[in-house]
């Protein structure tokens, strides 16, 4: 049984793109790039998250990509924030949202603190939400106040972009989410059993977890077997 388990689990993994359907029917899709870098494309209008180009393995071409709309950067650690990558993707009508300390790094983008709201269409909305360790000892690594996570709202499709955070008490207030993106590599982010923690008080009708590198995010479906939660895995390492 486990090795069936693993076996459907590496299958899904290898399943890069996955489509949904907002309310009044318009479509998004969310493209797995790695680790903490996706593409999300609503109705024509592309989002990237977290770009990051060559040095992190796969190693990433964004020249190849559609110029994206809007960038989403959650902190400044080089694993989410990416010069190079963000110039491959911009143009002089990209909207870049960053955190306070990538600005100060990048000296561009509009800066979203925590519980900033910004309706950049009338069908999309995005809200900068905490993200921080909680952990004794980790919280050098994400404190809190500084970074941000993000919630999407694409014709009333929410989407919850945890960033690097663990299973923080804000997390309660998040609601109505449909999909979320929940990190699992202690010591930096979560473990397994933060994830399951994190998923039950969120509640959202998706989870992939993401940022995983070694974890055994297989884990996170078996205890969450009953809760009414798809869980699934894609090349997020």
């Given at each position: 049984?486990?090795?069936?388990?693993?076996?459907?689990?590496?299958?899904?993994?290898?399943?890069?793109?996955?489509?949904?359907?907002?309310?009044?029917?318009?479509?998004?899709?969310?493209?797995?790039?790695?680790?903490?870098?996706?593409?999300?494309?609503?109705?024509?209008?592309?989002?990237?998250?977290?770009p990051v180009g060559m040095w992190?393995?796969?190693?990433?071409?964004?020249?190849?990509?559609?110029?994206?709309?809007?960038?989403?950067?959650?902190?400044?650690?080089?694993?989410?924030?990416?010069?190079?990558?963000?110039?491959?993707?911009?143009?002089?009508?990209?909207?870049?949202?960053?955190?306070?300390?990538?600005?100060?790094?990048?000296?561009?983008?509009?800066?979203?603190?925590?519980?900033?709201?910004?309706?950049?269409?009338?069908?999309?909305?995005?809200?900068?939400?905490?993200?921080?360790?909680?952990?004794?000892?980790?919280?050098?690594?994400?404190?809190?106040?500084?970074?941000?996570?993000?919630?999407?709202?694409?014709?009333?499709?929410?989407i919850y972009i945890a960033g690097?955070?663990?299973?923080?008490?804000?997390?309660?207030?998040?609601?109505?989410?449909?999909?979320?993106?929940?990190?699992?590599?202690?010591?930096?982010?979560?473990?397994?059993?933060?994830?399951?923690?994190?998923?039950?008080?969120?509640?959202?009708?998706?989870?992939?977890?993401?940022?995983?590198?070694?974890t055994p995010v297989y884990q996170?479906?078996?205890?969450?077997?009953?809760?009414?939660?798809?869980?699934?895995?894609?090349?997020?390492?």
């Amino acid at each position: 049984m486990a090795m069936a388990c693993l076996m459907t689990l590496g299958a899904q993994a290898a399943q890069k793109v996955d489509e949904f359907t907002t309310k009044s029917g318009k479509k998004v899709t969310i493209t797995c790039i790695k680790h903490a870098s996706m593409e999300i494309n609503y109705n024509g209008v592309e989002i990237q998250v977290d770009p990051v180009g060559m040095w992190l393995k796969p190693e990433t071409d964004y020249a190849t990509f559609p110029k994206a709309n809007i960038i989403l950067i959650t902190h400044e650690h080089k694993d989410h924030f990416d010069r190079e990558a963000i110039h491959q993707l911009r143009t002089p009508a990209t909207t870049i949202y960053v955190n306070q300390a990538v600005f100060g790094h990048f000296k561009n983008g509009l800066v979203m603190r925590n519980g900033d709201q910004v309706k950049y269409a009338d069908d999309i909305t995005i809200e900068a939400v905490p993200a921080y360790n909680t952990t004794e000892g980790r919280e050098q690594f994400h404190p809190k106040g500084r970074d941000n996570g993000y919630i999407l709202t694409l014709d009333g499709l929410r989407i919850y972009i945890a960033g690097d955070t663990e299973d923080i008490p804000e997390m309660a207030d998040l609601k109505d989410i449909d999909i979320a993106f929940l990190p699992c590599n202690q010591p930096y982010t979560m473990t397994v059993d933060q994830v399951v923690n994190a998923a039950k008080i969120i509640k959202p009708k998706i989870l992939f977890p993401y940022h995983y590198n070694e974890t055994p995010v297989y884990q996170i479906n078996m205890k969450l077997a009953g809760q009414g939660i798809d869980v699934r895995i894609r090349d997020y390492q």
